[in-house]
């Protein structure tokens, strides 16, 4: 029986070991070349938030040609497995190395702290070290723009909302819809429902028939698969991409997406490593700087698709705020506003309360 | 449609895989082998389904190399956990591993891409009765598939030679190998059948249910196929009550939040698990303590030469 056990054992290890065998040391590389790595939470083809990490990285590969070298690892769970993931990257030899999951923030500022001369990059994060940047999309600006066209689309003046999890990223891309959706429509109405995991496409899809049986006839997702996309497609309502452009899904449905662009970035940053002066820094970029980006405007009349583009450069230039100041809250109170005319960026970061106007309660609170 | 007419209908379609996949383990843990395996074979069965569909336009042919694919990893389990008589639990979840691994790798080039879903049946009249009409008869042709498989297999099991010879490989291997039948080839064709039935079952979630592939569909629900085989307490009438029930929690929990009801849906999800332990805690005290399983479900039968 021990030889038996030990048997699947090695069989059970080897395919572990399949996802982290592209982090093998090559043979050595000439020294010109810049090694960067990438470690990334999903895998590649969740079609969402990895695989647009992942479109990046090849953008750097296209500018770069022969003068970078990158490895990626995918699907590495957050905890002791990212540690050693990030550590073997910098032991590996690469001088840049892209980390990009919010749950790695502990154990890049500790392998950090080994690996001096290796430039680290955290995606939404907030600590950092001489050596660690960190950086973020302001993704509740799209959501400004996806609330006003879903109030101008929706007949019934409900909207669905799938979310993932309660977390304050979630609850302000609800908020920065619901408020752009008021100007439009003051009585607007928005059914929240959470799934509780960040990809399951089936578990999306019966999410989003719960909300349109329910009477909504947009719907909105803060989760990763093309699943809601596709069913109201199949049931002739709205609704919008998530991470990347879903059109394909939806091609009657979609009335544009939210697209996560890091190339822009991405390749800045190489070229600062390769240039000598990357410095640690926290990013947190939206439309201006083409961070986040909208999918072509689809299925909406001119008018809409007008508005929406005005409110898009708007938010780029300043002029709109998505969460300009007064808010109020649930009860009718107003929130404190830190940053002038509007909420600061700490509040939004941090966001744990439902506006006015959502009949709902923050689950767990 | 009426609300409680939509909210029937996709009933049925969340429980369809979870049935599926069931009946599959139910028929390979009869035999006395425990298959931890459901995970990774519906991950397989999902991306080999949705490359026949993608490849040839048929669903028909995307639904038999889902089962193709489930078939042929199941035989690995079996040469493992029955040839060689292998730890079967270590077995099951190796072949767990190694179908996500494989599904990833199947998988790469059909990320994003798109097929036309399993097309519904429609009779006129008939489809159009209120209520009833679209859940009868309007359903996809694997769901009436499912059902009539769970029905034959409840014949097979309760009134067939065949059932009976399956149940005593399961519940006594030695006294059925004295007896003269190979307990080997008939566990082997029975954990073949379960895989075939998990390669269907995740056929369904990328041909019917979501058509498009992305890695993980499956989700989890391999997994509770297989608490669905234990809260049925390997019956296949129980095995329906059961996928229905743990089908209609799932979305009956997204219509209460909809609703806005206030129910915790972290704990609406566990409730299908905590049925599954109280339907335990109760059949246990009505055998007094006697177990329902298969008797030698999970243990290797060796013939002694």
Known sequence: ?365 | MGLFEAILLSIVTASTPLLLAASGELITERAGVLNLGVEGMMLIGAVCGFAGAWATGSTAIGALCGIAAGVALSALFAAAAIGLAINQVAAGLAVTILGTGLAGLIGAPFVGENITAAPHLWLPWLTDIPLIGKLLFGQDALVYLSIGLIAAIAYVLARTRTGLILRAVGDDPASAHALGYNVAAIRTRAVLFGGGCAGLAGAYLTLAYTPFYAPGMTAGRGWIALALVVFASWRPGRLVAGAILFGAVSILQLHAQAIGLGVPSQLMSALPYLATVLVLVLISRVRRGGSVAPAALGTAFVPER
């Open chain 1, 1 to 365: 029986m021990n030889k038996a056990i030990m048997a699947a054992l090695v069989l059970t290890a080897s395919c572990a070991g399949l996802s982290v065998a592209s982090a093998q040391d090559k043979p050595e590389s000439k020294p010109d070349k810049l090694k960067v790595g990438f470690v990334y939470v999903g895998p590649v083809g969740d079609f969402g938030w990895s695989y647009q990490h992942d479109q990046a990285r090849q953008a750097i590969v296209k500018e770069f040609g022969d003068k970078v070298e990158t490895t990626y690892l995918e699907k590495v769970s957050e905890g002791p497995d990212g540690e050693r993931s990030i550590e073997q990257l910098a032991r590996a030899g690469n001088k840049l190395i892209f980390v990009t999951s919010f749950g790695y923030m502990d154990s890049v500022i500790k392998v950090a702290k080994k690996y001096p001369d290796v430039k680290f990059e955290h995606a939404t994060g907030y600590k950092r070290e001489p050596n660690v940047s960190t950086y973020a999309g302001r993704f509740y600006e799209g959501r400004t723009i996806q609330g006003t066209i879903a109030a101008k689309i929706s007949k019934k003046g409900v909207l669905g909302y799938i979310g993932s999890f309660p977390v304050p990223e979630v609850i302000s891309g609800i908020n920065a819809t619901i408020l752009a959706a008021q100007k439009i429509n003051p009585n607007i109405k928005v059914k929240i429902v959470w799934v509780n995991s960040w990809f399951n496409p089936g578990k999306e899809a019966d999410a989003a028939k719960a909300l349109i049986d329910q009477g909504a006839d947009v719907i909105m997702q803060h989760t990763d698969s093309a699943a809601a996309v596709q069913i109201a497609n199949e049931r002739g309502i709205h609704a919008f991409g998530q991470d990347s452009d879903m059109i394909k899904f939806g091609p009657k449905a979609q009335l544009t997406a939210i697209i996560n662009n890091w190339t822009p970035y991405y390749v800045s940053r190489v070229k600062a490593v390769m240039d000598g002066n990357w410095a640690s820094q926290d990013v947190w970029e939206g439309l201006k700087d083409k961070m986040i980006q909208m999918a072509p405007y689809t299925n909406m009349p001119d008018d809409v698709k007008k508005l929406a583009a005005d409110t898009e450069a708007g938010i780029a230039a300043g002029t709109i705020k998505p969460f300009a100041c007064p808010i109020l809250d649930q009860e009718g109170k107003e929130v404190e506003c830190k940053g002038g005319d509007q909420l600061d960026d700490g509040q939004i970061r941090g966001m744990n309360f439902y506006v006015k106007g959502i009949d709902d309660k923050i689950p767990g609170k």
